[in-house]
């Protein structure tokens, strides 16, 4: 059985650091996109980032690039993100979700999600 | 860019459902639906506009290509009042609330 548990989540200060990990079992881990998708209290979703299988290709939402960084180690069937400066409007609760790339570029889908892990950033 | 209408709708046991989504340019069939309950993680339930997920109920389908995709529930069932959004690479629809008439 599919198994994604998010961990890390908890109340920040504006400008603060959160690492955000993702214990993975129930699949061969190595063969599959990961990503983050989060969603704000009472909103809808929002895609974070991706990576590949390999780690080496890595894309981000716009609202977090150059502040949240997707990483992996599939050694350890694990997911992580590193959110750095964060602000309030990354109050969220954080998704972390398996994907199976039907076609490269064109459709992604997310077919397994975890419960996620509630980032809050308030002084 | 995904746009979903509407945004809520109320219904009762046995209606057929259906809820649209639109995309801002053509993406062939590459669009997923998946349903949240609340206070539950969201689930796949169609992709390639038209393939049900291994253990969906057969009373969802999905339609659609280019832009204009829509989501039947051809009787609804207690279990779907749920949010249900479109999805396409990293982008979501806003969501429709099916809600209890």
């Known amino acids: 059985e599919v198994h994604l548990v998010e961990s890390g989540g908890t109340l920040v200060q504006p400008g603060g650091s959160l690492r955000l990990s993702c214990a993975v079992s129930g699949f061969t881990f190595t063969s599959y996109w990961m990503a983050w998708v989060r969603q704000a209290p009472g909103k809808g979703l929002e895609w974070v980032a991706n990576i590949n299988e390999y780690g080496s290709d890595k894309y981000y939402a716009d609202s977090v690039r150059g502040r949240f960084t997707i990483s992996r180690d599939n050694a350890k069937t694990s997911l992580f993100l590193q959110m750095d400066s964060l602000r309030a409007e990354d109050t969220a609760l954080y998704y972390c979700?398996?994907?199976?790339?039907?076609?490269?570029?064109?459709?992604?889908?997310?077919?397994?999600w975890g419960q996620g892990t509630l980032v809050t950033v308030s002084s | 860019q995904l746009t979903q209408s509407p945004s809520s709708l109320s219904a009762s046991v046995g209606d057929r459902v259906t809820i649209s989504c639109r995309a801002s340019?053509?993406?062939?069939?590459?669009l997923a639906w998946l349903q949240q309950k609340p206070g539950k993680a969201p689930n796949l339930l169609i992709y390639t506009a038209s393939t049900l997920q291994s253990g969906v109920p057969s009373r969802f389908s999905g339609s659609g290509s280019g832009t204009d995709f829509t989501l039947t529930i051809s009787s609804l069932q207690p279990e779907d009042f749920a949010t249900y959004f479109c999805q396409h690479l990293g982008s979501f629809g806003g969501g429709t609330k099916v809600e209890t008439k």
């Open positions: 979700a398996r994907v199976d790339v039907v076609v490269a570029g064109r459709e992604d889908n997310y077919d397994s």
């Open positions: 340019q053509g993406i062939n069939s590459h």
